[in-house]
């Protein structure tokens, strides 16, 4: 049982690439988050999917797009990355939509730098 | 808009002192209220959580959590702290989405 995996741990982009962030859970949860993790200001929203197709917009959607490809699979898209985007990205899931006291899983983080 | 204030942004103590850290959400409805830690290196995982009954909830490693309502707070606490506690803490709020603090950062030393 691996819980939340994401791939790739580290990626160095410059200004203008894209690149997929994948994110993978086996616990059969239904709903599933993208973070980024910026230095005081802990950890913000980006999109969630509240079950299999369907996605929506958190608080920082700008410059992002997400998939869900299959319950178990959640991916975010950066089409033309920019240094404002350098951040940690951590992906979750959740038996159930937040809002329910169910607990968040997370993964162990990509570290991304946009040159 | 809802929100979640960590007003504790970098804690500093030595091994056996007592830890409280500070939450407060602003949100009039009900909640369900967490704490998380980020230990160095290492992802995020649940420390406590509350969402109803006692007010008054214990977590892993000996850390434990007070809801009071009539304040909007949830603080964290520790009687004696270890080394080992090093790391960065987050409160969080779930009404219809998770929302996070912008975390504490704590320090111990031996």
């Known amino acids: 049982n691996a819980g939340v995996t994401q791939t790739p741990k580290f990626q160095v982009l410059k200004t203008g690439q894209s690149m997929t962030l994948q994110c993978a859970q086996d616990m059969n949860h239904n709903s599933m988050y993208w973070y980024r993790q910026d230095p005081g200001m802990g950890l913000r929203l980006i999109y969630y999917?509240?079950?299999?197709?369907?996605?929506d917009k958190g608080e920082v959607p700008n410059g992002y797009n997400v998939s869900r490809l299959n319950k178990r699979e959640f991916s975010l898209r950066l089409e033309s990355a920019a240094p404002s985007q350098t951040s940690v990205y951590f992906c979750a899931s959740s038996e159930r939509l937040a809002g329910a006291a169910d607990t968040q899983y997370f993964g162990p983080g990509t570290r991304l730098t946009v040159l | 808009a809802q929100s979640v204030s960590q007003h504790n942004h970098h804690v500093i103590l030595s091994e056996a002192a007592s830890l409280e850290l500070g939450c407060n959400y602003s949100?009039?409805?009900?909640?369900?209220l967490f704490w998380y830690v980020q230990y160095p290196g290492q992802h995020l995982q649940l420390l406590l959580k509350?969402?109803?009954?006692?007010?008054l909830v214990k977590g892993i490693k000996g850390f434990e959590a007070e809801f009071i309502k009539s304040k909007f707070s949830f603080n964290l606490r520790k009687p004696s702290v270890q080394w080992s506690d090093t790391a960065e803490y987050f409160c969080a709020v779930s009404t219809d989405k998770l929302i996070f603090g912008t975390g504490t950062r704590l320090q111990v030393f031996p």
């Open positions: 509350y969402f109803s009954g006692d007010p």
């Open positions: 999917s509240a079950s299999e197709g369907t996605t």
């Open positions: 949100y009039g409805g009900t909640v369900n």
